[in-house]
């Protein structure tokens, strides 16, 4: 079975620092790919983010960056200079061939509140 | 339309009515999905469309929920006999292709169904 675990259910910063939210995973699949969604209090799903498996290289996009690292089954996020715009909820999802490639399965969320 | 559209965005109805859900994904879409989130967790899988045909039901809670997608473009997700635990933001989302390499699955705003 498939399993996205975000331990932090929320977290709250002050506008400018820095927030990582963790996102460890359980597969038995060797190829897989891992998401990043955000979910602002409008309610729509924003895609941030896919890797794959086989790509364990951070990648940086702005003030988003991420750190897969397979060895400990973890894709952590991490904003920079946070911003009140960045207040939403984030969940990590996880694809793979035993859902048929189909489906996501999502971590609960962390709820990122960023304050001025 | 640009991205992904459902309707009605809010939906009260009483316990055992039978209610439906629409969704219209991006244009030229041809993989759908239905997604269920219920308050403070992630969206869940309920059924996966592959043009007209529904190549993964596993996810329907039971034999009240069904649902369509007759011509390969608009699918609706129907609920027989609605009980208060079917309470939840009903999300929809579309890809372009059900691979496992290419698709990135997104959302649309969802509708709220709350049964009194």
């Known amino acids: 079975a498939q399993k996205v675990t975000q331990a932090q259910t929320e977290i709250s910063v002050v506008e400018k620092e820095d927030v990582t939210l963790d996102c460890v995973y359980e597969t038995r699949d060797t190829t897989y790919y891992l998401f990043w969604y955000k979910q602002p209090p409008s309610g729509e799903l924003v895609f941030l983010i896919r890797?794959?498996?086989?790509?364990?290289q951070n990648e940086i996009s702005g003030r988003y960056s991420w750190n897969f690292q397979k060895s400990t089954s973890s894709f952590n996020f991490t904003i920079t200079a946070s911003q009140v715009v960045d207040s939403a909820v984030y969940f990590c999802a996880l694809r793979g061939p035993n859902s048929g490639y189909s489906t996501l399965t999502f971590g609960k969320g962390t709820m990122l509140l960023v304050s001025p | 339309g640009a991205g992904v559209s459902q309707t009605p965005s809010n939906k009260v109805t009483e316990k055992g009515k039978y209610v439906e859900l629409r969704c219209d994904p991006i244009s030229g879409h041809t993989a759908l999905y239905w997604y269920r989130q219920s308050l403070g967790q992630g969206p869940e899988f309920l059924i996966y469309?592959?043009?007209?045909?529904?190549?993964?039901d596993s996810g329907l809670p039971n034999d009240r929920f069904f649902a369509v997608r007759p011509e390969g473009s608009v699918s609706t997700l129907k609920i027989q006999r609605t009980e208060r635990g079917d309470s939840a933001v009903y999300l929809c989302?579309?890809?372009?292709?059900?691979?496992?390499?290419?698709?990135?699955?997104?959302f649309g705003p969802g509708t709220r169904l709350t049964v009194l």
């Open positions: 469309f592959q043009g007209t045909g529904a190549a993964d």
């Open positions: 890797r794959n498996s086989f790509d364990e």
């Open positions: 989302a579309s890809s372009a292709l059900a691979g496992p390499s290419t698709d990135t699955q997104y």
